[in-house]
């Protein structure tokens, strides 16, 4: 009965996450429906002692970053570097490779540090043009922009600023660019894996005589001809993030040591902290500030006139990506305290290797509640302990456990009911039976690369 009821809550959380109701609403909903059915007495206690305290606690470690890197993809947009960005990696490739050309415009501006969303509606535009032009059915779209922006830029790469990939520095007190080899396997097992099956999925397309389609929903409107920023300067704000984040990172452990502390008033009440437990937030929150800056730096006209209304349109973003993933977590909490859970903790552990523990527990967890960082924040808030005590036992370090972690948030996430895929298809104007299949497939390319990792790491010892 007290595992029925755990499955229960996680089978009601995805269902109401596929009918597209508000996470936020509902997470706390089934969590203390759960709590409800197992103790009734404790549903408050719960509520404010748990649920609430873990949903505080992942808003004051991690919404700065859900904010600031908002705001950076708004004044990417804005100031028409993003625009800039992809012309130039489209005028360089050449129509004739339409699907590369796409997924790097899209990795490109997700390694950056530009919020999955805000890349969807970025690249849509000029995919959809170029795929009308080269005769690419519209229907491969989703699938290229999912292959450059949800996975290996996602949580993959070393050094990305996504989410996916700090979260797991809190747990094992690593930095963003834990375990670079391990990283760079997985992402050329990904894009040669992906590629290759959209080019096997456009030459099927070519040989049934299928072209872009017609009568498609939410065609990209004609642009008006504007003089595009020269892309050297367009990118330059990337560049900015991505070595600010790995050199903010190294000077802050000298700069502070072990620990930080800080007293404004003498006498008054000292604030202290342990920095490797946000040696990596801050250095992220570093370099997309870094970032930002050097946009206005070359865009301030640009910029600033609309930067009132955009911020808005950010922060409110923001506030939405940020209380989504922080009600997932509060969730998790309280699903790891249930009795039920127990069993299921059980079964995981059951599992004797610990990275292969470890990858199936996340990307299971991602799937069932639909989200790569709620999943993974589920996950390592009510077993990191297990999987660090199984990895020390091991003799595997804790970079390739962060690796591991980051990588299989990203496996099967993307199930239909994923709010980044609900999105995607909507932005392209498609439904989840004219394209998530191929949406799909991207899904287990990246599901298998976790493991192929692990074996690598196994034979290699490398990471």
């Not at 955009?310 to 009795?339: C, D, H």
């Not at 104007?429 to 287990?444: E, K, M, P």
Request: hydrophobic share 55%; charged share 10%.
């Amino acid at each position: 009965m007290n595992l029925l009821v755990c499955l229960a809550a996680l089978a009601f959380l995805m269902f109401v996450a596929y009918r597209g109701f508000s996470v936020i609403l509902f997470a706390p909903v089934a969590a203390l429906g759960a709590v409800l059915l197992t103790d009734p007495a404790a549903v408050p206690v719960i509520y404010s002692g748990l649920f609430m305290d873990k949903m505080v606690g992942f808003i004051k470690l991690y919404f700065p970053l859900f904010l600031l890197g908002a705001v950076f993809g708004k004044v990417i947009e804005l100031s028409g570097f993003s625009r800039s960005i992809v012309s130039a990696i489209i005028g360089i490739l050449g129509a004739g490779q339409a699907m590369l050309a796409v997924v790097l415009v899209g990795a490109v501006l997700t390694y950056g540090g530009v919020s999955l969303f805000v890349v969807v509606f970025a690249v849509y535009p000029f995919g959809a043009e170029l795929f009308r032009q080269v005769g690419i059915p519209k229907r491969l779209l989703p699938a290229a922009i999912a292959l450059g922006a949800f996975s290996f830029t996602m949580d993959t790469l070393p050094g990305t600023p996504q989410i996916q990939n700090i979260i797991p520095t809190t747990f094992f007190h690593t930095t963003a660019y834990a375990a670079p080899i391990l990283g760079f396997v997985g992402t050329a097992f990904i894009l040669g894996v992906g590629l290759f099956y959209l080019d096997l999925r456009r030459r099927q397309a070519v040989k049934a005589g299928e072209g872009y389609g017609a009568g498609h929903a939410n065609e990209p409107a004609p642009r008006a001809d504007e003089r595009l920023v020269n892309p050297w300067i367009a990118i330059s704000p990337l560049v900015v993030v991505g070595i600010a984040n790995l050199v903010i990172g190294r000077v802050i452990p000298l700069a502070y040591g072990e620990t930080a502390s800080a007293t404004l008033t003498p006498g008054d009440h000292e604030v202290s902290l342990a920095v490797n437990s946000v040696v990596a937030i801050w250095s992220v929150a570093g370099a997309l500030l870094l970032g930002i800056l050097t946009v206005f730096l070359f865009a301030f006209r640009r910029v600033a006139g609309q930067f009132a209304e955009g911020s808005k349109t950010a922060v409110a973003g923001a506030l939405l990506a940020g209380l989504n993933t922080a009600s997932e977590y509060g969730f998790g909490a309280v699903i790891a305290a249930l009795p039920g859970f127990l069993a299921i903790k059980n079964a995981l552990a059951a599992i004797p290797n610990p990275l292969v523990n470890e990858a199936i527990s996340i990307t299971a967890l991602a799937g069932i509640t639909g989200s790569a960082s709620g999943g993974l924040s589920i996950a390592l808030a009510a077993m990191s302990q297990q999987f660090i005590s199984a990895a020390n036992a091991a003799g595997i370090p804790m970079e390739v456990m962060h690796r591991i972690a980051s990588m299989a948030s990203g496996g099967m996430d993307t199930l239909p009911h994923n709010g980044a895929v609900i999105t995607l298809l909507a932005v392209c104007g498609l439904t989840h039976r004219q394209s998530y299949g191929d949406v799909f497939a991207i899904t287990l390319v990246k599901t298998a690369a976790v493991f192929f990792v692990i074996g690598f790491y196994y034979l290699t010892g490398l990471y």
